[in-house]
């Protein structure tokens, strides 16, 4: 059983600055691209920024220069450091795996999102 749990959410005051962190655990044997995605109150879901395991990045355009994706394969954990934020960064945040090998089958796992507030 494939788990993810995030944490770091919070309330921020606009310019301020918060990290996410999301873990990954069970029987893991690998996992192919990890990121984070948001959805805010009557939005779609979207990408904000994704990591390979090889360590290639994707970030949405409104988060380039401002959020930063890392990875640490060893403990299948995945951080976003979110700099300089604004209002219109305040959603739930999603961690997303996506190829992740555990026993004996492969599939895609979502975490229970964690809220991210930036208000003054």
């Known amino acids: 059983q494939v788990q993810l749990v995030e944490s770091g959410g919070g309330l921020v005051q606009p310019g301020g600055s918060l990290r996410l962190s999301c873990a990954a655990s069970?029987?893991?044997?690998?996992?192919?691209?990890m990121g984070w995605y948001r959805q805010a109150p009557g939005k779609q879901r979207e990408l904000v920024a994704a990591?390979?395991?090889?360590?290639?990045?994707n970030y949405a355009d409104s988060v380039k220069g401002r959020f930063t994706i890392s990875r640490d394969n060893a403990k299948n954990t995945v951080y976003l450091q979110m700099n300089s934020l604004k209002p219109e960064d305040t959603a739930v945040y999603y961690c997303n795996a996506r190829g992740v090998v555990a026993g004996y089958s492969m599939g895609d796992y979502w975490g229970q999102g964690t809220q991210v507030t930036v208000s003054s």
């Open positions: 069970g029987s893991i044997f690998s996992i192919n691209a």
């Open positions: 990591i390979t395991s090889g360590g290639s990045t």
